[in-house]
């Protein structure tokens, strides 16, 4: 299953084949399920390399023509800039050298990679691999991962969060039930009250329970009444009863 190409991965079935032929009929039926040299390239482009040119302009066809991404953009702008500095040497089979200041970098187009790292860890091509794809006249979006083309940047975030069914509906499962942490006591005593929110009224504040020795109304006190006395105010319940 490890094998990076067919010739590997032909060894391998052989083996599986004097252990057990219909195990390996069967598994030569679904290569690309369980065979690394099968996989999308699209996924690890990095680790193929059978057959990757024809792979690779197969699963690219779609995104030709996608629009880079606002930062996938700018990098390569950036980077074709700096480009103008290498000076790219053809080593046939696809491979180059490219010089940069003193330092040389091998360069390979088919498996999208430069020995300087940046293109295989980024996914955009270096100023080196650009050097490159602009000397061979090719198109550098090509050859920037499709994970930054617009297509796929747009099912990224085009996706709703999906509606679930009640618990009792769910498929059983015999995993442990999670507990919530174990709460550490804080230092100190315990606060008795409640944190008040920013906008609810202190408990201190007088004027509104606060009543009137006087007129027998809530709001001011006997001092500072305007009214006349007890019979005037208008809450006469408690003035009638005395
Ligand atoms: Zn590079
Ligand atoms: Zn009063």
Redesign the pocket.
């Known amino acids: 299953a490890n094998a990076h190409n067919e010739y590997v991965y032909g060894k391998a079935l052989e083996k599986i084949t004097a252990h057990d032929p219909n195990v390996a009929a069967y598994l030569d039926t679904c290569q690309e399920q369980w065979s690394r040299h099968m996989f999308d390239p699209a996924v690890c482009c990095d680790h193929n390399t059978t057959n990757f040119v024809e792979s690779f302009n197969a699963c690219t066809k779609p995104y030709r023509d996608m629009p880079l991404t606002e930062y996938a953009k700018k990098e390569v702008d950036e980077r074709t800039g700096e480009s103008r500095f290498c000076y790219a040497t053809a080593c046939g089979g696809g491979e180059f050298e490219v010089r940069d200041a003193h330092v040389n970098f091998p360069i390979r187009l088919s498996t999208r990679s430069c020995g300087c790292g940046k293109w295989q860890i980024s996914g955009i091509p270096c100023k080196h691999a650009l050097r490159v794809i602009y000397d061979q006249r090719l198109n550098p979006i090509d050859f920037v991962s499709p994970f930054f083309k617009s297509a796929a940047y747009k099912l990224t975030y085009a996706d709703h969060v999906h509606p679930m069914s009640d618990p009792t509906q769910w498929p059983n499962f015999s995993l442990p039930t999670i507990q919530p942490p174990v709460i550490k006591r804080q230092a100190g005593r315990p606060a008795k009250k409640r944190k008040k929110g920013p906008n609810e009224p202190r408990k201190g504040k007088r004027n509104s329970n606060v009543k ?6 809530f709001g ?3 001092r ?4 006349g006395g007890p019979s005037t ?1 208008p809450s006469t319940s408690a003035a009638a009863g005395a």
Request: proline share 0%; net charge positive; hydrophobic share 0%.
């Open positions: 009137c020795g006087k007129c027998r109304e001011h006190n006997s500072t009444c305007k009214n105010g």
